[in-house]
């Protein structure tokens, strides 16, 4: 039943596509197998699946934040690492196409 409910959404142009519940599980499904702390997870219930959506998508924002800040930390230990190597040097090179 759920696959017969569907949604519309635009994807930037003029033309618009209808997705199902289901196909909205299968992704959420697929995005909870990217996330390292929900891998393991494995609701199968219909209920389950509406909670568990919630969830992955509350873990990914704070998954992806977290990323952000892992970045930016490593990139201001880049900058001063490069600091403190000789600027024509090939350590130099290999942090500043890392930066």
């Known amino acids: 039943m759920s696959g017969r409910r569907s949604r519309q959404y635009s994807n930037g ?3 618009r596509r209808t997705i199902t519940d289901d196909e ?3 992704l959420v499904s697929k995005l909870q197998q990217l996330l390292p702390q929900t891998r393991n997870t494995n609701n199968t219930t219909p209920a389950s699946n ?3 959506a919630n969830k992955v998508l509350q873990e990914t924002c704070n998954y992806i934040k977290k990323l952000q800040k892992e970045m930016d930390d490593l990139s201001v230990r880049l900058c001063q690492l ?5 600027a024509d040097s090939a350590e ?5 196409a890392l930066i």
């Open 13 to 15: 142009a003029s033309s």
């Open 24 to 26: 909205i599980i299968e």
């Open 50 to 52: 509406k909670a568990s």
């Open 82 to 86: 490069l600091s403190t190597v000789d």
């Open 92 to 96: 130099a090179a290999v942090i500043r």
